[in-house]
């Protein structure tokens, strides 16, 4: 939940809105207290989000996540920029000396983005526990989608 608020920035308000219009009205009470309470500290919010989606209903979640994945999209297009930004420039620049691929290139800027942004790297060790080993000495959960192919894990 964090890493979705640190994505959504300022539309995160747009998010608790839209999940609170379904809520009860004791419970959005409930909300809009804790809201007014976190208001000093921004890394509250992830959990209040994943408190109001514990109190939401199976079928109104499935209503809210279609305008939710809008939401993202559109967040996703507002970030996008038409030129390159520093850090591609940097990264081409990188890939030229070194002479890089495309595939050490992505591993390059994935390995970059996990150091130089805490929200990333909580994400990763924190929610996906990369960082655990089991059995064969890989890291499963980054594995997980192979593992009925490789029968690892």
Not at 15 to 43: C, F, H, I, M, N
Not at 79 to 97: D, F, H, K, P, Y
Request: aromatic letters at 8%; charged letters at 35%.
């Amino acid at each position: 939940m964090t890493f979705f608020a640190w994505i959504m920035g300022g539309e995160i308000e747009h998010v608790v809105d839209l999940l609170t219009g379904y809520l009860s009205e004791k419970a959005k009470a409930g909300v809009e207290q804790r809201l007014a309470e976190s208001q000093d500290d921004p890394d509250d919010l992830p959990e209040l989000l994943d408190s109001i989606i514990r109190k939401t209903k199976p079928g109104v979640l499935r209503k809210v996540r279609k305008k939710l994945t809008e939401m993202v999209e559109l967040r996703i297009k507002d970030l996008t920029s038409e030129g390159t930004s520093r850090i591609e420039q940097n990264l081409e620049l990188l890939a030229e000396a070194f002479s890089f691929n495309q595939a050490e290139l992505k591993l390059v800027s994935f390995l970059f983005i996990i150091k130089a942004y805490d929200e990333a790297d909580s994400y990763l060790l924190d929610h996906l526990k990369c960082d655990r080993f089991r059995k064969a000495r890989f890291p499963c959960p980054v594995m997980r989608s192979r593992r009925t192919k490789s029968g690892m894990c």
